[in-house]
């Protein structure tokens, strides 16, 4: 079982940056493409962005393109979101999914805990 670990998150006003980051305990994590997903209080868990295990390859939710950059350092394990111009709707848990290719949280497999961003007007 992958075991994914997210850490970054804290509360920052409208306007501010943060950078999350996910650790992942893959022994192939190179050849897996992954996710960050964000599920806010009383809505379901959506997508944000996702990245091919190559990194050439990103794709992202229409409301955060230009605001937000999903990276990877395969030699680290480790994939990150940057997160620039910070609005308080971004306000949400932040999940690193692996083990899928989708833009739905059914094509994941493995799940970190979440890691928390706040971001007041």
């Known amino acids: 079982q992958v075991q994914l670990v997210e850490s970054g998150g804290g509360l920052v006003q409208a306007g501010d940056s943060l950078r999350l980051s996910c650790e992942s305990s893959e022994d192939t994590f190179s050849g897996t493409p992954m996710g960050w997903f964000r599920q806010a209080p009383g809505k379901e868990r959506e997508f944000v962005a996702r990245i091919s295990s190559s990194g050439i390859t990103t794709y992202y939710e229409d409301s955060v393109k230009g605001r937000f950059t999903i990276s990877r350092d395969n030699a680290k394990n480790f994939v990150y979101l940057q997160m620039n111009s910070l609005k308080p709707e971004d306000t949400a848990v932040y999940y690193c999914?692996?083990?899928?290719?989708?833009?739905?949280?059914?094509?994941?497999?493995?799940w970190g805990q979440g890691t928390q961003v706040t971001v007041s007007s």
């Open positions: 999914a692996a083990g899928g290719w989708g833009i739905s949280p059914r094509d994941y497999t493995s």
